[in-house]
């Protein structure tokens, strides 16, 4: 519709609500409040009309006034005890010199809402041009007990420095892009980074746009907290009963636990088997020959497993070539030799780890810098002063589905 159609017949919008779920007590703790047009038997989405651009500011703060008013209403009236999540642009503060948002929040607590009670969700961020007064408003908004979200993670990267700014309590990621393979692999990375963000923060993930079983063990596995999607709960224009999933959530959740315990145990046998494997192997090499040839000879005949090894210090010096198989044969690089790996992740504390446990270790699945595709690393003491990295071939991997995870 025309944006200019919906303005003028803002007398027909009501708000719709979705459930949104928690991990921990399986029950339904929020509801999202979004916008819908009637249109004699069905209803129309605003969201349209509140992405797009050309749409002024001021006319979708006053939409979502109106239906953040009646909604406000319907859930005082309905004495609902869950939190109640309201979208606000990150521009519209600018536009509100009239603090009409704050104002009525206040309003509203004088007719007794619990303000800990609302969420406002922050859409738009990465186009705000005064992030300081923005986190401003909603640090000030913090002292009557609402809550904060960031929307719109996952569908790009966002300012890291701008969200800490706003200190939220909520990152909220959306997995709709899962739905596109070809962005699957950066998408991964990006999750993992707003996973480590929201712990440094102290906020909670909310995984929202949840369709399918494999989207929901995802979010869960992800160290997602909160569940918001079609798979869980449709848009409805009435709350539910706090339980109502809560049967199906520990039916899928135990189910999820199951599939976890398998892919832990597949890493934990594949790390032992292959610690027996290296120390058997290192008891047939010859000590008098070179640090090369020692590493050589343990590279031959694993090269199904394998496809790359090296040796390096305690300091992440590497002391010998790199071993890598292409095709039929094991190729010495020479010119990697002297430089240092002390800057990679986890390097100084697995190798404590090694020297202190005296066994190898598994690493976690990463993208190889040079190919881009996803491996692990089995990392392995061979004594005091040198430290084995055998880089794990993605076709093995490809081939035990239950470590690429």
Do not use: C
């Not at 406002?120 to 009557?144: N, P, R, V």
């Not at 590497?318 to 690089?333: C, M, P």
């Amino acid at each position: 519709m025309d944006p200019l159609d919906v303005v003028l017949q803002v007398d027909e919008v009501e708000p719709h609500f979705q459930a949104i779920f928690s991990a921990d007590s399986h029950e339904i703790i929020g509801y999202e409040v979004l916008g819908r047009l009637r249109q004699q038997e069905r209803t129309i989405s605003l969201g349209p009309f509140f992405h797009d651009a050309n749409v002024p500011d001021d006319f979708k703060m006053e939409m979502d006034l109106k239906v953040q008013q009646l909604a406000l209403n319907y859930y005082m009236e309905q004495n609902i005890q869950q939190h109640l999540f309201l979208n606000i642009g990150a521009n519209y503060f600018a536009t509100d010199t009239d603090d009409q948002f704050l104002n009525q929040l206040l309003a509203y607590q004088e007719k007794g809402l619990d303000l800990s009670k609302i969420v406002i969700e922050i859409m738009g961020h990465q186009a705000t041009s005064d992030i300081d007064s923005l986190s401003h408003t909603l640090k000030y908004l913090q002292t009557f007990g609402v809550k904060v979200v960031v929307d719109e993670l996952g569908t790009g990267m966002s300012n890291v420095e701008d969200i800490m700014l706003m200190e939220p309590d909520i990152l909220k990621v959306d997995l709709e892009v899962l739905q596109n393979e070809s962005m699957s692999t950066s998408f991964h990375g990006i999750i993992h980074s707003l996973s480590l963000l929201a712990r440094k923060l102290g906020a909670e993930l909310l995984f929202n746009g949840i369709a399918s079983n494999y989207q929901f063990h995802y979010a869960w596995r992800n160290n997602g907290r909160y569940y918001q999607g079609d798979f869980l709960s449709e848009i409805k224009p009435h709350f539910l009963a706090v339980d109502v999933l809560k049967k199906r959530f520990r039916l899928d959740i135990q189910q999820f636990i199951e599939i976890e315990r398998t892919k832990l145990m597949a890493k934990y046998q594949l790390a032992r088997t292959l610690n027996q494997l290296i120390s058997g192997k290192g008891k047939e090499v010859k000590k008098h020959r070179s640090l090369d040839e020692q590493v050589d000879y343990l590279a031959r005949g694993l090269e199904d497993i394998f496809f790359k090894v090296y040796v390096t210090d305690e300091d992440g010096f590497q002391k010998t070539v790199n071993l890598i198989y292409n095709e039929e044969e094991w190729e010495w690089d020479s010119l990697v030799k002297g430089k240092n790996w002390s800057w990679r992740p986890y390097f100084i504390e697995n190798v404590i780890r090694m020297k202190e446990e005296k066994t190898g270790i598994l690493s976690d699945l990463y993208n190889d810098i040079e190919t881009g595709e996803r491996i692990r690393t089995f990392s392995y003491p061979l004594d005091s002063d040198y430290y084995l990295f055998m880089d794990i071939s993605p076709m093995y991997l490809d081939d035990h589905e239950d470590l690429l995870w």
